[in-house]
């Protein structure tokens, strides 16, 4: 029940949004992710879109994970 | 570099490898064993899928703590509002009830609400509130959504209460049975369960923020990192644990920043307490817990079923005899220490709320054979 799950979203109509599970489309509430556009990725939890997925923090982490790695295991 | 791949390098074995070389270095360097807890059964998942236990060094441990609304949700709110569909019954009103799929199957010692529909009541299973708001428009029943859920899902919650005082819909009502889970860690705590760090839920962390954790820290120097749920997510929140302790660091750290922000999701903060008030409540098989639950305000009371019909409260044992699940949602024990698993208690025939919901410790463990 807690599962929330990563999706595209490919539409808006007010207040909803469809969202794009890895080719599954449904309907999604995004009245808490104001800002959302068409392509970004969203965390939906029971229908609705509880925050987007930052592209660029993802890869920035990421980054960041490799380098303390590569400085422990050197 | 596409969404896609970004989350399928959080899969990575290689990422996965090289981070669990550097938690063997780190746990080397303790003093004593540890033990790191979570709250949350979609971590739970991620560790007993991906066999995290077995990888681990001896000297490290994961436990699960209550990270499962619905095996938490009290035995007297699930028997109260099958008396009311009986009230309703009684006096010729159709009730809807609608709710999740796990919460639909959780025994009672007076059955469950699968049980109800056995019966002819009209229960319904849910993927989310906004399912069962949309029937309500629908349908002219009275619609009855027995809410169970942390924050993560009382928000959702709030943005349909939203709906329903904007459109004014008068046939769609609530049970509240909705928990905070800082509070119940807390508690844990003071009731001495002890715990070396916290790894915390990333998506209740959503919406309430890394600052929704801070004073656990501040107040019992307990390090905490927030987690997301792919493997490497996990594994990066043992290693920073680890690092923190063998550093002398007592901190909170975000691990899922590509999610959760600092002040968590303010909107979403917002309507929950635009329409909830905080208040003791009790968990199933755990107790009161101050400041645990979420109440709607007096000017919503209109939206509560309770409103309309109340009959008294029962009093129920929590747990059938030999379930251990307080110990298990306590950090105590792992499901396998409990003499019915896998015997007598199975998903088909579960016999505490443990085994029944895809977020129990207990279910999870049966699901992928972990015997250990
Ligand atoms: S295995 Fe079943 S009986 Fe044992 S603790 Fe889990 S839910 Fe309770």
Redesign the pocket.
Known sequence: MCLAIPGKVVEIRGNTAIVDYNGIRKEARIDFVKDVRVGDYVIVHTGFAIEKIDEDEAIKSLKAWDEVLRDENE | MRTNDILSAYRSRDIARRILQSIKKEAEKLSRPVKFMHVCGTHEDTVTRGGIRSLLPNNVSIVAGPGCPVCITPVEDIVKMMEIMRLAKESGEKITLTTFGDMYRIPTPRGSFADMRAQGHDVRIVYSIFDAYKISLKEKNLVVHFSPGFETTTAPTAGILESVENDGVENFKIYSVHRLTPPAVEALIKAGTSFDGLIDPGHVSTIIGVRGWEYITRKYGVPQVVAGFEPVDMLAAIYTLLKMINDGEVDIKNEYTRVVKYQGNTAAQEAIYKFFRVSDAKWRALGIIPNSGLELREKYNWIDIRSRYNPPTPSLPD??K????GA?LRGYAL?TE?K??GKV?TPET??????VSYE?T?HIFYKYGALI
């Open positions: 747990l059938e030999g379930c251990i699940c298990v499901p409990c019915l698993f208690c579960p016999v505490g709320p443990c085994m129990g207990c």
